[in-house]
């Protein structure tokens, strides 16, 4: 048996009667006013601005490097740069939630791991077009 959500409170000033005398008013646990477990999980929008207007200045958003992620998808490397993309993608997330230190280190390896992605794949491109026409490899 699983038990209600939805309970009877007794509070004070409410004029309705339950017919024992005491005031009540149902409430369901859902509309419970609680402290949230994290606050990284207050809002997954941008914050507003009485929430930034804190001592420390705001740096700014951190860069994600999506752009260059996405470049480095079209070098012949596809395991470095799918990987590059997803951090990249990892890294907007929490700049959006606002853990901007969690970002700013997610964005550094996505630029990392596109800019290897990049030099490898030129590499990769490169050494493919010089023994092609050396006549090594045949198409």
């Not at 994290?38 to 705001?58: D, K, V």
């Not at 490169?126 to 092609?132: A, F, G, R």
């Amino acid at each position: 048996l699983r038990g209600s959500k939805s309970f009877t409170a007794a509070l004070p000033g409410e004029t309705e009667r339950n017919g024992h005398g005491l005031s009540y008013k149902s409430v369901s646990v859902g509309h419970l006013e609680a402290a949230p477990l994290s606050p990284s999980r207050l809002s997954l929008g941008r914050a507003s601005s009485t929430a930034t207007s804190t001592a420390a200045p705001e740096q700014g958003r951190p860069r994600d490097y999506l752009v260059l992620a996405i470049f480095s998808c079209f070098c012949p490397v596809w395991p470095i740069n799918v990987v590059a993309l997803v951090f990249s993608i990892m890294s907007r997330n929490s700049g959006q939630q606002g853990d901007t230190d969690g970002a700013r280190r997610l964005g550094r390896m996505a630029r990392l791991l596109s800019i290897v992605s990049i030099v490898l794949g030129t590499v990769i491109i490169v050494l493919y077009i010089s023994l092609s026409f050396r006549g090594n490899i045949s198409f």
